[in-house]
Nanobody, 114 residues
Framework: QVQLVESGGGLVQAGGSLSLSCAASGRINVMGWHRRAPGKQREFIAGITSDGMTNYADSVKGRFTISRDNAKNTVYLQMNSLKPEDTAVYYC???????????WGQGTQVTVSS
């Protein structure tokens, strides 16, 4: 288990861009992002392994890009062409494998206005 500290997020107009970052306290195989929109369950957005393999939810493919800097134990999420339905609390997550999350960040709010 690692500690995760997120930064970024905020308010942006539809069509705009935002970036998120998440620093882990140590090395971890898989890092990624989930989000929880108002009234909805938390959902997977994107993930990346330590060797660069990525996975995206269909809802963000082509608009969001996940990357990581292993030297800094940091994962990034570049969000472009944002839509109002992207409004949510975004959580950084980490684990030893896909679906094996054992660490969560505190969450950061992303609000997209129409």
């Amino acid at each position: 288990q690692v500690q995760l500290v997120e930064s970024g997020g905020g308010l942006v107009q539809a069509g705009g861009s935002l970036s998120l970052s998440c620093a882990a306290s140590g090395r971890i195989n898989v890092m990624g992002w989930h989000r929880r929109a108002p009234g909805k369950q938390r959902e997977f957005i994107a993930g990346i392994t330590s060797d660069g393999m990525t996975n995206y939810a269909d809802s963000v493919k082509g608009r969001f890009t996940i990357s990581r800097d292993n030297a800094k134990n940091t994962v990034y999420l570049q969000m472009n062409s944002l839509k109002p339905e992207d409004t949510a609390v975004y959580y950084c997550a980490a684990g030893i494998g896909w679906g094996l999350i054992n660490s969560w960040g505190q969450g950061t709010q992303v609000t997209v206005s129409s």
